[in-house]
């Protein structure tokens, strides 16, 4: 099993909707976890970070972390179709002393209008 | 403002061919890495260094090098270019601790 797994898509939701993007990990990585966003054609940029179990809400975004399932989410309420992008799922990687970021592929979220 | 540079954005070279990625970044970050992205492989770590002369392997370093010798600049190197080496490659600098990698703009690479 890769380190980092998401569910490659795509997803497609409606416009106000709330999209669900999911990502499992091994026991190989730490318990902090990010989601970055990529834009198509362009860098992939840090929208949240999560690092105990539970919720953690940034405005209309909220990271989710279940640590007995080996799970993390990430949900986007009333999505707008300017959150159409791939959403990378990362988890911090101990290798080496200040670490290192390991991705899962990435999954292509469509928000239709 | 701060910025992480890549150059050059676009090249194409052919196959036995030595290339080099510039990256070069204002943040004063020790820690820099050069990722790889290719459909359905995702992002992948190929080289990281956490200081001057300090470099270490990632997922996929075969066929790449790199040298830091300086805070600035992480130059990656395709010793003898295959078109398996053909990607968008990313380099990023910042705290993995806390997530916070800022990504240059990307180097698209075709090995004919």
């Known amino acids: 099993q890769k380190e980092v797994e998401q569910n490659s898509g795509p997803l497609s939701v409606p416009e106000g909707a709330i999209a669900s993007l999911n990502c499992t990990y091994s026991?190989?990585?730490?318990?902090?976890f990010f989601w970055y966003r990529q834009y198509s054609g362009k860098s992939p940029e840090l929208i949240m970070s999560?690092?105990?179990?539970g919720d953690k809400e940034d405005g209309r975004f909220t990271a989710q972390l279940n640590k007995a399932s080996q799970y993390v989410s990430l949900l986007i309420r009333d999505s707008q179709p300017s959150d159409s992008a791939t959403y990378l799922c990362?988890?911090?990687?101990?290798?080496?002393?200040?670490?290192?970021?390991?991705f899962g592929k990435g999954t292509k979220l469509s928000v239709k209008p | 403002d701060a910025e992480i540079t890549q150059s050059p954005r676009h090249k194409i070279t052919e196959t036995g061919r030595q290339v080099t990625l510039a990256c070069h970044q204002t943040?004063?970050?020790?820690?820099m890495f050069w990722y790889r992205q290719d459909l359905g492989h995702g992002l992948r770590l190929i080289h990281y260094?956490?200081?001057?002369?300090?470099?270490n392997k990632g997922e996929v370093s075969d066929g790449y090098s790199v040298s830091r010798s300086n805070t600035e600049d992480l130059p990656l190197t395709l010793e003898s270019a295959a078109s398996s080496q053909t990607s968008v490659y990313f380099c990023?600098?910042?705290?993995?601790?806390?997530?916070?990698?800022?990504f240059g703009e990307g180097s698209r690479l075709t090995v004919l």
């Open positions: 990023a600098s910042g705290t993995p601790g806390t997530g916070e990698l800022f």
């Open positions: 026991d190989r990585v730490s318990q902090s």
């Open positions: 999560i690092y105990s179990n």
């Open positions: 990362a988890a911090l990687n101990y290798g080496g002393s200040q670490g290192n970021l390991i």
């Open positions: 943040w004063n970050h020790n820690n």
């Open positions: 260094s956490y200081g001057v002369q300090d470099t």
